[in-house]
């Protein structure tokens, strides 16, 4: 026996070894990601860390903005979207890349009800911060399939804030559970994991996360509380990481960076930069008083470039002409994806008509902002109507009685100093007949451009340039149609 003791020290020698490696790497893999390992039991949240996972949404909607690295799906798959979110406005201006990201990479600026993309396939796999200033060109509105993919990692990002916390209660009797602990950035921080999200919460914000039932599986056959999304939450209440999966079970992790937290500069068609609103001056509001004389001197005409994205996905683009001493506007139109085929549209005294035409070739080459034919096509098969038919007719028509009696506004307020032309102009928004009109009038009064805020809280524009109107356009007679009969 004392001849095996030799043996069986070298043996327990070997397994301390092995155990002692084996420390040693998870300490370097912790070192190296930044966090250590959470300890292996869990348990039932404590009164405290209930209270704070009940409130990490409000001290989110608190901070205001963050800095955001987000991963939707793993491996070959994964799209990784790296930017900001603001959530007192709210808005998300992100650099979506990764292997996955196909059609969505590019940058990207969303509200929770609209998005808008700048699409890039030959940028870089790995994204970068968006450029604070973003680009000008080429933004279109998208209309992602919700609940999964950039659809649902935006619907999370905008639910990670909240005005109000949850109810405690639910948490303190079982509905969380308590993970372990980490450091992230050098700060200890408690995993969490609950569903958290309101009953009330918003039917896309159901549809995007998975959600914890009594008889719901997990992706991969785990239990249903493992579906519920995990917090990782700093002793502030302050959300730092949160993993889960959309309703599809595509993993997505956030993490949240409250140091790098520029205010995001919106697009256009999500409003602009942001300014310092204040009440118009007494100058100010006689230069808007002054508008229609000033639109009707000199040639009393502008060319037009149309900007209008409608609806949820609609991307109209067009140029032509606007007479105000005339009261007619003739445009063609197109959507961006239809380039073939444009609608000709022109408002009158009489009132609005349109007409779908083919595009040959070179006009198709001249791009989606091409004038439309001279002269008027006599034989497009013209529909006519009284009043706008939708929220572009409703644009135009607000820029032809620019130069007419206008009704009083509700309010009108200065939003910003801008440049447009060469020119520095005042940027008025007015609100008048269940409308939002915006003004960009340089010192002259001159109007550069008119934007109307849409049904889907997108701006739609019209970019005016003076000049003579070409002949052909003026006159033009045609008959009203007749009125509707009320039945």
């Not at 408690?190 to 009594?214: E, G, M, Y």
């Not at 599809?248 to 790098?260: A, Y």
């Amino acid at each position: 026996m004392e001849e095996d003791a030799p043996g069986r020290r070298r043996i327990a020698l070997v397994a301390l070894v092995v155990v002692a490696v084996t420390a040693a790497a998870a300490l370097v893999a912790g070192l190296l990601t930044g966090a250590s390992a959470p300890t292996a039991t869990t348990r039932a949240l404590t009164d405290d860390e209930a209270e704070r996972l009940a409130a990490v949404r409000v001290g989110t909607y608190r901070d205001v903005r963050a800095g955001v690295r987000v991963a939707v799906g793993t491996g070959a798959g994964r799209t990784d979207l790296v930017g900001w979110v603001d959530w007192s406005r709210p808005l998300a201006y992100l650099d979506v890349g990764g292997p996955g990201a196909g059609q969505d990479r590019g940058l990207v600026q969303a509200t929770p009800s609209a998005v808008v993309q700048r699409p890039d396939p030959a940028a870089i796999v790995t994204p970068a911060r968006p450029p604070l200033v973003p680009p000008g060109d080429r933004w279109r509105l998208r209309n992602p399939p919700p609940g999964r993919g950039l659809a649902g990692a935006l619907t999370v990002l905008f639910a990670l804030a909240a005005d109000r916390a949850a109810p405690a209660a639910p948490l303190r009797a079982g509905g969380g559970r308590w993970l372990g602990r980490e450091t992230l950035g050098g700060d200890p921080v408690d995993v969490l994991q609950a569903a958290l999200w309101p009953a009330t919460a918003p039917a896309a914000t159901a549809t995007a996360l998975a959600t914890n039932s009594s008889t719901a599986t997990a992706p991969g056959g785990r239990p249903a509380a493992d579906a519920d999304p995990r917090w990782w939450v700093d002793r502030d209440a302050r959300l730092r990481r949160w993993a889960g999966r959309l309703a599809d079970g595509t993993p997505m992790t956030v993490d949240l960076d409250r140091v790098d937290r520029p205010t995001p500069w919106p697009v256009d068609a999500l409003g602009g930069r942001p300014g310092l609103p204040r009440a118009a001056t007494d100058e100010e509001t006689a230069r808007l008083g002054r508008l229609a004389t000033r639109l009707r001197a000199g040639t009393g005409s502008a060319a037009v470039t149309v900007t209008a994205p409608l609806g949820s996905a609609a991307n109209l683009r067009g140029g032509g002409w606007l007479s105000w001493s005339a009261g007619v506007a003739y445009l063609s139109v197109a959507e961006l994806d239809t380039l073939g085929r444009r609608t000709l549209r022109r408002r009158d005294r009489a009132g609005f008509a349109r007409a779908d035409v083919p595009v040959g070739p070179h006009a198709a080459a001249a791009g989606p902002s091409a004038a439309p034919p001279l002269p008027l096509p006599t034989g497009a098969g013209w529909r006519l109507a009284g009043q706008p038919v939708d929220e572009l007719d409703a644009l135009v028509d607000a820029a032809v009685r620019a130069a007419g009696p206008t009704p009083d506004a509700t309010t009108t307020v200065h939003l910003r100093s801008d440049r447009r032309a060469g020119r520095p102009v005042d940027v008025f928004e007015v609100r008048r007949q269940g409308q939002r009109l915006r003004y960009w009038l340089d010192r002259s009064g001159f109007l550069h451009r008119l934007e109307l805020r849409t049904t889907g809280g997108l701006w739609a524009q019209l970019e005016l340039t003076p000049g003579p109107l070409p002949a052909g356009i003026v006159p033009a007679h045609r008959k009203p149609p007749p009125p509707t009969r009320p039945r």
